[in-house]
């Protein structure tokens, strides 16, 4: 299709050299989870409307939230607030976007009046099939939603307005939860994440001819305080638990939400920020939507307790960190680099 990126002609050379590895695949195996079924399970339930019922079932509430982020660090919410009618919206307006042909999201400047560099696909720093990830995605500052749409149809621009408007809220709300939890009730998420550090990011996993050797986005942690996501039901989000690679089974009632590396470093290892990843699908394509809850680069991160496990940081040093080791590794190392 003339709207998926040219995954086959830009990353040929990783093909060839799989091609002509000598590694026994049984081998590979033992190192690549995909290559082995793993069960699929449902995330931790939680219904968001217990908060408002009285004061005895909203601490029973919020104690389930701060237990999940602690022996999951993923877990998925009901009753969150945010309507079908404006997922189903999102959803249709995120699907256009990217059926659009491809030199068009190239160019998401002009095409949808997005910062330039928006649009991204791929892995750039991939040197074998193993790092590269099978997706596309657009990187939205929430900024660009309220400020740069002017050019956007104004269907798109309601929708994603809508949508990261009520996301940023109930992304605010638990943060908030998760803090007083540990002892540590605070103006701080209000203000250090701001429409100006967090963003929105939209993702397709188009169809892939090799699922079994191909991630659609590689295992990894994310860099932020913690990420709410919207996904469709076709499945692929994997996440290690108690050391094993389990499948994300889709719910369509829940948003999910996971822990990112500052809110473990912020709770002193308490919140797990967990490895995850997609898997691809030879048939079938997949939409998500997720809303980062990210502070300022000058936020300096630091432990609620002590004596602390990572010594203090801003955010600017961390991202530095990360892109530093994925251009010299090929993955990101993470908080281990942190460590006191």
Known sequence: MDSDPPFHETYKNL?????????P???????NHRLVVVEERELPLIDLSRLGVDELESEECKKEIARAAHEWGFFQVINHGISRDILEKMRDEQVKIFKQPFHNKCREDKF???SPGSYRWGTPTATSLRQLSWSEAFHIPMNDISSSCAFINSSLRSSMEQFATKLASLAQTLAEILAEELGHKSNFFQENCLPSTCYLRLNRYPPCPFPLEIFGLMPHTDSDFLTILHQDQVGGLQLVKDG?????????EALIINIGDLFQARSNDYYKSVQHC?????TNERFTAAYFLCPSSETVIESCSKPSVYRMFSFREYRQQV?????????????????V
């Open 278 to 282: 997609v898997v691809t699908n030879p």
């Open 25 to 31: 695949r049984t081998k590979i195996s033992q190192n």
């Open 323 to 339: 892109q530093d080791d994925v251009k010299k590794y090929g993955y990101k190392v993470g908080l281990p680099r942190f460590l």
């Open 112 to 114: 949808l009046n997005f």
């Open 15 to 23: 093909f060839v050299n799989s091609t002509n590895d000598e590694e």
């Open 244 to 252: 094993k690679w389990i499948a994300v089974k889709p719910n369509p």
